[in-house]
């Protein structure tokens, strides 16, 4: 029995031997691996951080009335450029019954009080003409009888106010004529002839009938990261980019940063803002989607490499290259690096343009991984 164990362990480790032997045969007829090189080039760098947003005026102005009713006629359109004071809309006042009653009702009594007014002021005036009273007497009651025109007046000028939305003697003053407050582009008229509008008051913000805007002062408004939030800060050059305008970029400044992140879709988002610098002539429609990249640093014209060939050391963590010396030969050579785009890195010392680096992590040919 012992003999028989004893068989068959030899057995198994001649066996581990045989394929430990093979294994090293199989090994030696590999070919070697041959790393290729590459070699520095000069390049311009640029760090940035990428925010999404839309185009959007810096100041955007929504026409509301200063009285409610129906839109009786408008006399602009989207797109069209208006300046201050120019009509808008014209409205037809639909009168509260239970305001036309009180307003009626407050004229026919100044006009009782008128009449009972003006009898007594003839009186007067009749006794003064022969000398009955005095003059103060008389002033008096002058001075009453045209209190009482006032009223009268007052009282009937809101009475018309009530019932129509204006009045004889208000003039450019008057509640139905809408007029621009801005001078600039029409965005947007989001009403039509016909419909109900609401006032703009204390308790309510009322019916949007324009939206003006100076599309000459146009920003960019977008959201960052937080991760990228603590990089930037204000006065940063932006490149901007719309999807709608091909190959062109404007050029912008950032000059907001938000205080407080907004939450969506679990991350923290902060709100920018960057205004667009309009030496530039093409014309940009608001509302536009946009990308801001934010240029944190740039470089021009230095040596660069690609950042995959930078390689680190294990107990210091300084980076290194490997330089070619001979034939599939190499040494290792410490570099200072500076910028990086996330693709290519600044190289600021350590190699020149005429170095060959060891591309040390290379794919292999596909034939030699399917020979492996």
Do not use: C, H
């Not at 359109?77 to 004071?85: D, L, R």
């Not at 429609?285 to 944190?296: H, K, T, V, Y």
């Amino acid at each position: 029995m012992k003999k028989k164990v004893t068989i068959i362990i030899l057995i198994f480790i001649v066996l581990v031997f045989t394929g430990a032997l093979y294994y090293l045969y199989q090994k030696n007829q590999e070919d070697p691996v041959t790393y290729k090189t590459e070699e520095a080039t000069t390049q311009t760098i640029i760090k940035k951080a990428v925010a999404t947003g839309s185009i959007v005026p810096k100041d955007e102005v929504l026409i509301k009335p200063n009285i409610s009713g129906i839109i009786d006629e408008i006399f602009i359109e989207a797109g069209q450029q208006i300046k201050s004071g120019d009509l808008i809309a014209k409205i037809k006042v639909i009168p509260n019954v239970s305001s036309l009653q009180s307003a009626k009702n407050a004229m026919q009594s100044a006009k009782i009080a008128l009449d009972n007014q003006k009898r007594v002021y003839e009186r007067q005036k009749e006794l003064f003409d022969k000398g009955v009273i005095s003059a103060n007497e008389y002033d008096a009651v002058d001075v009453t009888y045209q209190q009482a025109v006032q009223s009268y007046d007052a009282a009937k000028q809101n009475y018309q106010i009530v019932r129509t939305g204006t009045a004889r003697g208000l003039g450019s003053a008057a509640n139905t004529l809408i007029r621009s407050t801005v001078t600039g582009m029409v965005l947007e008229v989001p009403v039509k002839e016909g419909n109900q509008v609401i006032e703009s008051n204390n308790f309510n913000d009322g019916t949007t009938i324009a939206t003006v805007a100076d599309v000459g002062k146009m920003i960019f408004e977008g959201f960052v990261d937080e991760s990228e939030v603590g990089r930037i800060k204000e006065e940063l050059p932006l490149e901007i980019t719309v999807g709608a305008i091909e190959n062109k970029k404007f050029d912008a400044i950032l000059d907001y940063i938000a205080p407080k992140g907004k939450e969506e879709n679990g991350a923290v988002q902060f709100e920018i803002k960057g205004t667009l610098d309009k030496k530039d002539t093409t014309f940009i429609r608001a509302g536009l989607s946009a990308n801001a990249s934010i240029i944190l640093a740039k470089v021009d014209s230095v040596l660069a490499l690609k950042e995959a060939l930078i390689q680190y050391d294990g107990d210091s963590k300084e980076p290194f290259v490997e330089i070619q010396t001979g034939e599939q030969q190499f040494e290792k050579r410490d570099v200072k690096l500076g910028v990086s785009d996330g693709i290519n890195v600044e190289i600021k010392s350590g190699i020149s343009k005429n170095d060959k680096v060891k591309v040390w992590n290379q794919i292999k040919e596909e034939e030699e991984f399917k020979k492996g």
